[in-house]
T-cell receptor, first 112, second 114 residues
Framework: KNQVEQSPQSLIILEGKNCTLQCNYTVSPFSNLRWYKQDTGRGPVSLTIMTFSENTKSNGRYTATLDADTKQSSLHITASQLSDSASYIC???????????FGPGTRLSVLP | GAVVSQHPSRVICKSGTSVKIECRSLDFQATTMFWYRQFPKQSLMLMATSNEGSKATYEQGVEKDKFLINHASLTLSTLTVTSAHPEDSSVYICSPSGGAGEQYFGPGTRLTVT
């Protein structure tokens, strides 16, 4: 069964600190993995997209890593800001079709 | 990324009435449209998938006669919640996708049924 798990479920950090969110998946055959940021009541916004051959991809203060062998990905946020408070969703796409499997998300709260 | 709009952004309606939600992909041709709903503090749940000009395919447990989806063009899709009930209160999010597997999300429509 294609599944995506994320940890932690929620995280609270102080402004300026770094944090890392985890994503494990069992989707096969793998096509790509995306990280989205979703503010409360809004649609998800894409942060990074990685294919099988990519190990890391950055978007400003966001850096995603992918280990296709262990089927794990992480999203590292550097120098967190209050505006980083949101849910971060890992979405894995299977090859040969538009089958997007969503993780449950990690709820990040950045406090001043 | 593509620009996706939804209208209305928020709607409050009485139980038993119908609500139509529009999703437009302003600069992107959506050969496939996904409709999701999201309850508070939960992840997105796929409701249905539609290809332009074809009938939508609904996920298990989603009533096709209650959630009417029209995907008449590559830039417009509508979701109509018929005979809405309080349990239908949710955020509804459209997600257009192109032939290369790219996927974008609308900003969502918050539906509150009183």
């Amino acid at each position: 069964k294609n599944q995506v798990e994320q940890s932690p479920q929620s995280l609270i950090i102080l402004e300026g600190k770094n944090c890392t969110l985890q994503c494990n998946y069992t989707v096969s055959p793998f096509s790509n993995l995306r990280w989205y940021k979703q503010d409360t009541g809004r649609g998800p916004v894409s942060l990074t997209i990685m294919t099988f051959s990519e190990n890391t991809k950055s978007n400003g203060r966001y850096t995603a890593t992918l280990d296709a062998d262990t089927k794990q990905s992480s999203l590292h946020i550097t120098a967190s800001q209050l505006s980083d408070s949101a849910s971060y969703i890992c979405v894995v796409s299977a090859r040969y079709g538009q089958n997007f499997v969503f993780g449950p998300g990690t709820r990040l709260s950045v406090l001043p | 990324g593509a620009v996706v709009s939804q209208h209305p952004s928020r709607v409050i309606c009485k139980s038993g009435t119908s609500v139509k939600i529009e999703c437009r992909s302003l600069d992107f041709q959506a050969t496939t449209m996904f409709w999701y709903r999201q309850f508070p503090k939960q992840s997105l749940m796929l409701m249905a998938t539609s290809n332009e000009g074809s009938k939508a395919t609904y996920e298990q447990g989603v009533e096709k006669d209650k959630f009417l989806i029209n995907h008449a063009s590559l830039t417009l899709s509508t979701l109509t919640v018929t005979s809405a009930h309080p349990e239908d209160s949710s955020v509804y999010i459209c997600s257009p996708s192109g032939g290369a597997g790219e996927q974008y999300f609308g900003p969502g429509t918050r539906l509150t049924v009183t």
